[in-house]
């Protein structure tokens, strides 16, 4: 079974930072192109950040594009995404996704691509 557990959320100012961690199991983690989305109340679920299996090539949204920054250990199946000058119009459900395994290097910006999703972690952001 499937599991993505996310954690990190929470309250900060505007401005602040904030780290989250998605940990994974009964998945080929170091095969899972991973990505993060998020949604605000609302709206749509939308794409945040993306990494492709060993990490080496990323992609984000025009929105968060020098602020934020995904990652990835793959001897520990977690991957994070570094937040930092967060805006009053970011507070939103984070959700951590896996792509389905595959052999050559992917990442992707695609809802329809991730097979398995986390319940999400609440970050809240302050003026």
């Known amino acids: 079974q499937v599991q993505l557990v996310e954690s990190g959320g929470g309250l900060v100012q505007t401005g602040g930072s904030l780290r989250l961690s998605c940990a994974a199991s009964?998945?080929?983690?170091?095969?899972?192109?991973m990505g993060w989305f998020r949604r605000a109340p609302g709206k749509e679920r939308e794409f945040v950040a993306a990494?492709?299996?060993?990490?080496?090539?990323?992609h984000y949204a025009d929105s968060v594009k020098g602020r934020f920054s995904i990652s990835r250990d793959n001897s520990k199946n977690t991957v994070f995404l570094q937040m930092s000058s967060l805006k009053p119009e970011e507070p939103a459900v984070y959700y951590c996704?896996?792509?389905?395994?595959?052999?050559?290097?992917?990442?992707?910006?695609?809802?329809?691509?991730?097979?398995?999703w986390g319940q999400g972690t609440q970050v809240t952001v302050s003026s």
């Open positions: 009964g998945v080929a983690f170091s095969s899972s192109p």
């Open positions: 990494i492709s299996q060993t990490g080496t090539s990323t």
């Open positions: 996704a896996a792509a389905v395994p595959r052999t050559w290097s992917y990442y992707t910006n695609r809802r329809e691509d991730y097979a398995y």
